[in-house]
């Protein structure tokens, strides 16, 4: 298992920026190089099923990714490792590690680097689903809901928090669209209480799309086989 540095920073990336359910001390724009944010893991329990995977974000290699640095103060540590690997490792998909990251500084302070705990994308995994065609990730997205809400959801709140924190990521922004810019880009409520996005998911699944082929084998339980 993985051991953190006595100064313990964790990357996020993906839904940490907006819900990492953790305390920290501070929090700081960084940059990792090396790797890019990407829609290349299949997820069954957040948000999707076995039966209808849907996609969520991962680090794979090659390129930078802007994201944000939580500060642990040393007494919260374990505890927070502890939670994360609840979250994160989960059936094997994402490999724990400690990866360089540049804070971004501000006034007078000098930038520098740390080592920061992030969750690398298992490219040895089934549910690895690598760089899919933009359509393909539109209709899985467009498509699926899990335990954590619908995938709509996920996608509209990571490119609101990217907006916020000045980040382009342009392949995400053309998925967006395909899966319809007007419900990303609004957030209201719809007449009833519901989201745009959850109507848009009842409707979208009603046009009855193919079931994805990593769906259908359900080899999911990586983990446990290779234990």
């Not at 290699?61 to 994201?67: I, Y």
């Not at 395909?178 to 699944?205: D, F």
């Amino acid at each position: 298992m993985l051991v953190a540095p006595a100064e313990t920073w964790i990357f996020g990336y993906g839904s940490l920026m907006w819900n990492p359910g953790f305390l920290f001390a501070e929090m700081r724009p960084a940059r990792l190089t090396g790797y890019h944010r990407a829609f290349c893991i299949y997820s069954v329990h957040y948000r999707g099923t076995p039966r209808q995977p849907g996609l969520v974000l991962g680090l794979d290699r090659g390129g930078v990714c802007d994201g944000i640095a939580f500060r642990i103060a040393p007494e919260r540590q374990a505890e927070t490792l502890a939670y994360l690997r609840r979250r994160e490792l989960i059936y094997g998909v994402y490999r724990e590690a400690l990866a360089p990251v540049a804070l971004a500084h501000g006034g007078d302070e000098a930038p520098r680097t740390v080592r920061a705990v992030t969750y690398i994308a298992e490219r040895a995994h089934p549910a690895y689903a690598g760089s899919l065609p933009l359509l393909r990730e539109a209709r899985l997205i467009r498509r699926s809901a899990g335990e954590g809400g619908t995938n709509l959801d996920y996608l509209a709140s990571t490119l609101r928090h990217l907006r916020t924190l000045g980040i382009s990521e342009p392949r995400l922004e053309r998925t967006a669209t395909l899966v319809g810019a007007l419900a990303v880009r609004g957030g209201g409520a719809m007449p009833g209480g519901c989201s745009p996005t959850a109507a848009l998911t009842r409707a979208w699944a009603a046009r009855g799309f193919a079931t994805p082929r990593t769906a259908r084998d359900n080899r999911f339980g990586f983990r446990a086989k290779r234990d």
